[in-house]
Nanobody
Framework: QVQLVESGGGLVQAGGSLRLSCTAS???????MGWYRQAPGKERELVAA???????NYADSVKGRFTISRDNAKNTVYLQMNSLKPEDTAVYYC?????????WGQGTQVTVSS
């Protein structure tokens, strides 16, 4: 079993920044990690992902504004979110892939006011 604990969500004005953190209960050194989000009435979507080799990919809607990174020594992955927009409002979920399975955090709410 793997537990993922997210933190860093909150309420911010448009144009502001937040940094999300996700800490895993075991090593992430060899694992792909990602951040997803789900807005009310919408499907969960990939926001950003990072491979074990630090290759990254981003949703088009966040490119140039969000940055995913990882600290393997802390078993933690981050999502730095800048220039936030109201349409970024959603519950953000951390994802980790272990042994072919997907593990999810409990989610953290991000609300961007206009």
């Amino acid at each position: 079993q793997v537990q993922l604990v997210e933190s860093g969500g909150g309420l911010v004005q448009a144009g502001g920044s937040l940094r999300l953190s996700c800490t895993a209960s075991r090593s992430i050194s060899f694992n792909a990690m990602g951040w997803y989000r789900q807005a009310p009435g919408k499907e969960r979507e990939l926001v950003a992902a990072i491979s074990s080799g630090d290759n990254t990919n981003y949703a088009d809607s966040v490119k140039g504004r969000f940055t995913i990174s990882r600290d393997n020594a802390k078993n933690t992955v981050y999502l730095q979110m800048n220039s936030l927009k109201p349409e970024d409002t959603a519950v953000y979920y951390c994802n980790a892939k272990y042994w072919g399975w997907d593990y999810w955090g409990q989610g953290t709410q991000v609300t961007v006011s206009s």
